[in-house]
């Protein structure tokens, strides 16, 4: 009988360690009548496991349709290794993976999409992945020299990638480095130098204009930090001719120093520049000030990833959890509405906007007001509670959204509001 006991014990774990949790094993899915959660306002289209060798992982950026695929990126937990996944978006099949060993773990959630090609960058390294087939088409890894502090941004214009310049200690320099996607050539720009002891530039990718006579204009932030005195420290927007070597206009203190990602944005003739508290408009050609609005006071910081641009609206979210959303003619506040959470992105489709972090809100994109919050997914661990995470992505053929929680990726129904 003893020995009965020990060999069911000893099956029991032999079984354990041939499916341990989330390594090739597909939990079973508590579905809307489940105990734990009783009406769920969405239907499970299909759901799979992120990652075969992996527990919780960390969001790189919300997922991309591109054909008939959706396309999820994450890190596993701590670790250096990037994996970019591919899956059919009707039945959650794998197509391909792509991983990578990082140096830098601020793998970037500022990815272009030129083409059918997946631009992704960590610090000096940027990748170009195929699309279709998940192959690397070619992987930059250039540095200026080994004193730097690598940003991860990019842009891009006319075939060239702009990626944002090395930041250099005690340098008189500034630079901006871009590549042709053609010849896969890099060009390195000198755009500023600094004129006080101890200052830190650090310059964001540019967005560019051309002129009527084809000269080539890019428009950038600069950051100062001096650490030999803090009270140096600005940020000035720069209106740069590449083609004649000159400054066109330089904006000087268009916003406190912070935590600005997003590049400004050109529409016609304006330049809409997002800071850390406050929004500001330009005019192109002069750099002359329209209006500026003051948005999150002192302690809040604007989430500079999550701008959403409509021919009327910019929609924005802060770490204050309010959402908010400008005129873009006069800058006004059309409305400034507490959600549960900030995160990284904010989707607008038709007349919602939607945003997955730890909650799901669902938000009238008319007024700001909360239409519906989900506080829990339906997932669950045996070691962590699976939770909302980092952006929602709507297929506007289908109207399925794609979301995950730190275990599966998920194709949902939209929530009813």
Known sequence: MKMNVLNFLFALVALHSCCPPWQDCKEPVPGPDSTRFKDLPY???????LFRDTNYSIT?????LFKDMVIFGRRKGRSKSVQIVSYDKKNGDRRWEWEEEVRNLNFTDNYLILNDTLVVVSGSQIYLIDMNTGNTIYEINKRINEAFVPLPAISSYNGRIYHSSERKFKDSLTYIRSVDLKTYKWRTEVIDHVDSVGDLLSVYPPSVWLTDNRDTILVSVKRVYNYENVNR????LISYNITTDTVLWEKENVDHVGSITESPRIEGDRIYFIGTRDVSCFNKYTGELIWKTHVVEDGGVLLTSTPIYTRDTIFLLSTTEDVTALDKVTGRILFNNKCSGNGHYLTLYKDRLYRA???????DAKDGEVLLNIKYTHNYSRRTAGVWSNGVTIDPETEL???????FAMCLTIPKT
């Open 60 to 64: 790189d950026f919300k997922p991309i």
């Open 43 to 49: 239907e499970i289209i299909w759901q799979t496991p």
């Open 357 to 363: 972090f730890i909650e799901f809100d669902i938000i």
């Open 233 to 236: 420290r600005f940020c000035n």
């Open 401 to 407: 959204m794609y979301v995950e929680d730190g275990f």
